[in-house]
């Protein structure tokens, strides 16, 4: 179904508020019981947001569910999205019951937030970086200009990507230096267990410092410099999974890991190669591109990045 603009901007700004507000909600976790009294008005922010969530999205479930009986009617079972799969999906741990509507708003979100935040915020960063090393965008920008032949004003593809290796360094030295995630979402261990000889109990609530991981000197020369130079070994081929040696895991790692890692990796290559393929990025005049952290649902720049665009002349 086509969404017309309003309705995208709707659905953007209930997403946004959630992403910015994200990390004031974490105090609401502890001592629930009197938190309720101690942070009113915090927990009401919580419920408005998430009412602005389902009043947003719950009319095209509610109207999906409609159409998808119409479908089971006329027998024609094509086209089948997201929303109809979670519509579909039942819980057998709990009756065969199905999901409800506030699940599924919160899976659609999750998938919304987990699928553009995370990438936008990568690529920010990667821009920012581009800027304040301009050695690094040209090296960039001469690989796509002599290993993609489309002079002809022709968008980059996605089969091109693949001769790019110094972009993938690039990329990777991104994920690595400025993951979007800092930390995992929330796993528990299911078993007791021990881990570097400490205890952790059944059911303990455990994370991961991802960008520590990243950042570790026994593991990376010059951990805080921005080199993608280090990614070009191996023929630049880098198990970005960790599967086989884990050095960092900017999507996780394992059972649990990101499950649209290559999407994402993907959605990085493209949108950068092009972008650097049109444009010329640079900094203002007297801009030194601070590249402070601030924390929202991802890890942003506390600064976002102004930037002069000039396009590349054919
Ligand atoms: C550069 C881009 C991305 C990064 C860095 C990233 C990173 C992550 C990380 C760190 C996790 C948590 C893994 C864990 O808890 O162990 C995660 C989970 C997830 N990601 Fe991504 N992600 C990216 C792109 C995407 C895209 C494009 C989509 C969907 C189209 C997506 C969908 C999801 C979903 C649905 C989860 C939750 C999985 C679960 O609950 O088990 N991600 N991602």
């Not at 709707?10 to 994200?22: C, L, T």
């Not at 059911?203 to 130079?229: C, H, L, Q, R, S």
């Amino acid at each position: 179904e086509k969404l017309d603009e309003k309705t995208i901007r709707e659905i953007q700004k209930a997403q946004q508020n959630f992403v910015v507000n994200i990390s004031r909600f974490n105090v609401l976790k502890f001592s629930p019981k009197f938190g309720k009294i101690l942070f009113r008005r915090r927990w009401q922010e919580l419920y408005d947001l998430r009412r602005e969530q389902e009043d947003v999205l719950g009319p095209f479930i509610r109207s999906r569910r409609e159409k998808l009986e119409q479908i089971k009617c006329v027998g024609n079972n094509t086209n089948i999205g997201y929303v109809d799969s979670l519509l579909t999906l039942t819980i057998p741990e709990e009756g065969d019951r199905k999901l409800t509507d506030g699940e599924i708003v919160s899976l659609c979100l999750e998938m919304l937030i987990a699928g553009t935040d995370t990438t936008a915020t990568a690529l920010h960063w990667i821009m920012a970086n581009l800027v304040k090393h301009p050695e690094i965008q040209l090296k960039l920008f001469n690989e796509i200009k002599d290993v993609v032949v489309s002079d002809n004003g022709e968008k980059i593809k996605e089969e091109d990507l693949q001769k790019l290796t110094y972009l993938k360094a690039v990329v990777l030295e991104g994920l690595r230096r400025h993951p979007p995630g800092h930390f995992l979402l929330f796993h528990a261990v299911s078993e007791d267990t021990q881990l570097d000889g400490n205890h952790i109990p059944k059911n303990t609530g455990v994370n991961f410092m991802v960008a520590e991981i990243g950042w570790d000197p026994k593991i990376w020369e010059d951990p805080m410099e921005f080199k993608p130079e280090r990614f070009l070994g191996n023929g630049g081929v880098f198990d970005v999974t960790g599967n086989r040696e884990l050095k960092m895991m900017p999507f996780g790692a394992g059972r649990r890991i990101c499950p649209a890692y290559s999407l994402g990796m993907l959605h990085l290559e493209y949108f950068l190669a092009n972008l650097v393929k049109e444009f010329e990025w640079t900094a203002r005049v007297g801009d030194d591109i601070d590249l402070s952290e601030k924390q929202e649902f991802t890890t942003v720049m506390k600064y976002p990045l102004h930037t002069l665009i000039t396009p590349r002349i054919k």
